[in-house]
């Protein structure tokens, strides 16, 4: 009954969901296309054995890479299909893997819709990425014996909460998996509660995302830029930071901020915040020297987040200073970025709780203070030294979810494929 329930629920929002399509195609035209997809009608076809990845948005995709690339390396004869939710999801994959992985978008969770996706592409296998969860995909999985595994999961307090509201619906939905890979004790303890069956801790994969060699070089070509100026960046900020930060910046500084936002649909809006605060502003797709009068620099571009990470100073991780949760603050760690980051943490929760004790991050709790903070590192050579090699040695410690996770995947792949 709570299916039935839930179903008639998602029916009844299918127009508004398609309005909601219509509204974001408004700044973000991708979202218009391939929605047929969305009802379960592809023009893809696949050959062989599938194994499907869905991954909804960047960061889901992303944390996939070595994953994606473990698969590939073991099961060379296995199509991977991939499916997303968002245009930025689906360019993020494009941007990573090319034509070696198919990418769709994952149909609004009607039977039909489902029936027809699972028909389609016949995956031998399934993984989730961390949190989707679609009950009637579930459901249908259970119903033809297709394996579901949910990697990489984390539930945070709040999600976990939300869960509880409906908690006949998340257990129904959960016990449907055949595993659970999840990133930490917490995210166990939570999913286990809430119905899971064999959860497994196996830690982050997003610790085995190597920094690609060629985005290293664009940093470096990034930095030449600058000049010799300091440079603070603001990574992966969310809707209303990237205001709390410019007031908080003085104007007078030498240092160039350069923000990064999360979502490219809103390069425009913070062009527009930085021109009505009086600062000179360069865009990185302008493929300028960066002039001495400049005071801030747009990221206005994708996929390139580990080069700008390669040419900075100091980083801030964005979605911390509002409550978005936070966006992943491993990967600066990694390339040994001294890092900062704001109250919200929820999607870190645990990475940034270890960080924090490896002296690896500093944590603020709001834009005065991040401004201080930073102006303070940037002054200070021998500490951001000392924070670097604490977030490379922090990164290393928790390598090697991919293999653990890539071991559990393999019980549920038949042999000789």
Known sequence: MARILYTLAVVALLPWAFLHLAWRSRRQPEYLKHWRERLGCYGARTAGDVIWIHAVSVGETRAAQPLV?????????????????TPTGRQTAEALFGDSVLRVYLPYDTPWAVASFLDRFRPKLGLVMETELWPNLVAACRRRVLPLLLVNARLSERSARRYARVATLARQTLSGLAAVAAQGEDDARQLRELGAPDVSVLGNVK???????????????????????????CASTREGEEALILDAWPRDQRALLVIVPRHPQRFDEVATLVAAQGLRMQRRSDEATIATDTRVWLGDSMGEMFAYYAAADVAFVGGSLLNYGCQNLIEPCSVGKPVLIGPSTFNFAEAAREALA???????????????????????????????????????????????????????????R
């Open 69 to 85: 690339a473990a698969l590939r390396q073991r099961h060379p004869g296995c199509q991977i299909v991939m499916s997303h939710m």
């Open 207 to 233: 610790f085995d995302i190597d920094p690609p060699r060629q985005q290293l070089a664009l940093g470096d070509e990034f930095r030449k830029r600058a000049g010799d100026r300091p440079v603070f960046l």
């Open 358 to 416: 490896a002296r690896a991050a500093i944590q603020v709790p709001d834009a005065p203070t991040l401004a201080t903070e930073a102006l303070a590192l940037l002054a200070d050579p021998a500490r951001r030294a000392a924070m670097a090699d604490s977030g490379r040695s922090f990164a290393a410690r928790h390598r090697g979810a991919t293999a653990r996770t890539l071991a559990l995947i393999e019980r549920f792949i038949p042999a000789g």
